[in-house]
């Protein structure tokens, strides 16, 4: 029977002493045993690190990527809605005009403008452009000055003269015979007939203005 050599024996106490099992204590009545020489070389056996029991980091989460169609874009109707229906456009645009209308209808009539003046007549007959505009003479014979009541000296036939004109007595003479000056002759017969542009009345005034006015 080979015998164990006492240092080997001694190595195994200490192993087992390190790592905390039966057997590493040294045997009673031995002093520790042999002394382990030296050269001899002493290992201790060192345990593996136990891995750590503390929570593990959870994995990041890896996003799942989802492919989703867009949704269809409603259409915008460009430029501004009055909410007005199509057909009641033309009701809006002639309703102005009917209510013009409408109001007119009853509403009181104007007041007629009243009568014209004698210069009214004198001026809008054109009587100016040839007796002159204030009655001094030019292409027709003077009338202001009491001039026509010489030649007329009943206001009745000068109306008369104003509303026939001088054409039926061309190249005669006309009004008073015995006009101081002697009486005029109605040379070219030129003087228009205003019958139809006054009324008699207003031959009346023009007649009336021209002998007591100019």
Sequence with gaps: MTEVPEYLLERSRQRRAALGLPGGEAPAGDGGGAPVPASAPSSVATAPAAPASGPQPAAAATATAVMTEPAPVAAVE???RSGIPVWMMPVLLVLPFWAMVYMGAFAEPAAEAGPRTGAQIYTAAGCGACHGPTGGGGVGPRLAGGDSKLTFPNVEDMVKWI??????SRGKPYGDP???????????GGMPAFATQLTPEEIITVAEYVREQL
């Design 78 to 80: 460009t430029g501004p």
């Design 178 to 188: 015995n006009r101081p000056g002697g009486p005029r002759p109605a040379a070219s």
């Design 163 to 168: 509303d026939e004109g001088s054409a039926p």
